[in-house]
């Protein structure tokens, strides 16, 4: 990425800001028309959302609704709900438009996270996440290697895979069966997932942020890569210092050298060609493969387990994947076929949504999905790992249609503009604060997907008052919601109880605050010195 890519105009940072993601609205632009409003009262809905979930610990579903119920007085009352549309339409039109956006986005969300909690259920049903997690205890002797496997690439495997708190609850057990303390052990599996979480579960937390803002999704997840790579070392260095409390060695920044290079390099690459389906998923795959070998190489362990067959059926769903997502992203042939073949809805007041069903990440995983059972013999499995799944989707469906509803009609009512006007005045600072704002929404909320629902329409509208590119500050958000997994209160609980410690919560955060602030403030001062440059 060089300085030019950062201040070129492209067809989404030079959008006019009246342009709001792919409803085609001019997202509460009309409000500079009124009189001011005052900022804290713009900023209620999300106080309240914080207040619920942070100082009285109620779940997303409660504080989302919550807030949703005060935005909309706040609609009624003091913003006008039709300033989206430009006064065009009715509340009830309105209302209708913005309820048919938030079951458009949760829709197609939805069909993300189905297939890869399916996807998760029917590997552990059928055992393959233990032989692949058995297979690479094996490999070393080494305690700090052992966890830069376990910690590092089997956590970014399960995060790219299914996300969703599964490289903690599996990962954190397992070091504490290497003898590793369960408090240091749950650190050690929030650090080492944390560089993937904005491509999780396939993409989620992008591919949600794309949905909702309209910015082209290869353009963030390029950017948002290149941010984790850039800060991925701090991650890294105190993985491997925790992981033993002695100093470290020539030999182990050597070997976390290695496994930042394995990692980020095939991740960087698939970001920029594929997208963020891949990034997390393919780079881990990859990486740990070049790893491995590297590992057999310069340190063999006598007696370690050799792949088998039955490893490779067990990444069949996964290397079907990959191949699926490779070829309809890379090959004309296959893409435009696909990607032509489109559904469509358009509602008075200009609100709109498409859907690609052939070329949406939710098929390419349910098509990885059945071909990977149905090739290794393992149909049967298949619909009790569907109907787990869909045990599993109620209430996150719930929370994200409560928090898309609150981020749509504080958009439509001219709220976001309003938090963004008053941000922009910040002016060449705002940059080194865009990352933390990801954080503050993910250490609220427990989900980068949800921080990035919340904030990435304010991140979007402060960048365009700022005139900084848009692809690169919603990447600053999404990046900031990826590393805010690792103080997440909801994520450390989780994680304590899969160890069976209590009352650790505090010595945990305290472990895992440094990394976060020192990740996110290098993010930001690299922003900051890239926009600085001529």
Known sequence: MTTAD?????????????????????????????????????????????????????SAVVAGAAGLGVALLLAATSFDLTSGSGGAVTVPLAARGIGAEVLHSTATILWIILPALAIYE?????????????????????????????????GLFMEGAA??????????????????????????????????????????????QAAITGVPVGEIALF???????????????????????????????????????????????????????????????????????????????????????????LAPYLLILALVLATRMIPAVQEPLSAAALRWTLPGGFSGGFQPLYH???????????????????ALLLPSVAAALRQLLPVALALVIMLALARVMVHSGMVGTLATAAARTGE?????????????????????????????????????????????????TFGAGIGNIVAPHNIIAGCATVGIKGQEGRILALTLAPCAVAVLTAGLLLIAAFALP
């Open 6 to 58: 950062l201040h070129r105009p492209t067809d989404s940072s030079a959008r006019p800001l009246d342009k709001r993601g792919p409803f085609f609205h001019d997202g509460g632009r009309s409000s500079r028309t009124r009189p001011p409003i005052p900022v804290l009262l713009a900023a209620l809905p999300i106080l309240t959302v914080l207040l619920a979930m942070a100082a009285l610990g109620r």
């Open 122 to 154: 029917l590997q552990r049903r059928s055992g393959a996440i233990d032989r692949i997690r058995d297979l690479l205890t094996g490999l070393s002797k080494d305690r700090r290697i052992l966890v830069l496997l376990i910690a590092w690439f089997f």
């Open 361 to 379: 990440p939710g098929t390419m995983l349910a098509a990885g999905l059945v071909a990977g059972a149905l090739l290794t013999g393992r149909g």
């Open 224 to 314: 948002a890569a290149l941010l984790h790579a850039a800060t991925g070392g701090v991650l890294l260095l105190a993985l491997l210092w925790l992981a033993d409390g002695r100093a470290l060695s020539r030999g182990d920044l050597g070997w976390g050298l290695a496994a930042a290079a394995c990692f980020f390099i095939p991740s960087v690459a698939l970001a920029a060609l594929t997208g963020p389906e891949l990034a997390t998923l393919g780079g881990a795959l990859l990486g740990c493969g070049a790893f491995v070998l590297l590992l057999r190489r310069l340190s063999p362990v006598a007696g370690a387990e050799r792949p088998r067959a039955a490893h490779l059926a067990d």
């Open 429 to 477: 600072v705002w940059p080194m604060l865009a990352p933390a704002v990801g954080v503050l929404g993910t250490f609220v909320t427990g989900s980068a997907t949800t921080s990035n629902i919340l904030f990435s329409e304010f991140q979007l509208s402060t960048a365009a008052v700022l005139a900084l590119p848009l692809p690169v500050m919603l990447a600053a958000q």
């Open 163 to 208: 996300g969703f708190g599964t490289p903690v609850a599996l990962g954190a057990p397992l070091l504490v069966g290497l003898g590793i303390p369960p408090v240091r052990a749950v650190v050690l599996a929030l650090l080492g997932h944390a560089s993937g979480v904005s491509f999780g579960a396939a993409g989620t937390p992008l591919l949600t």
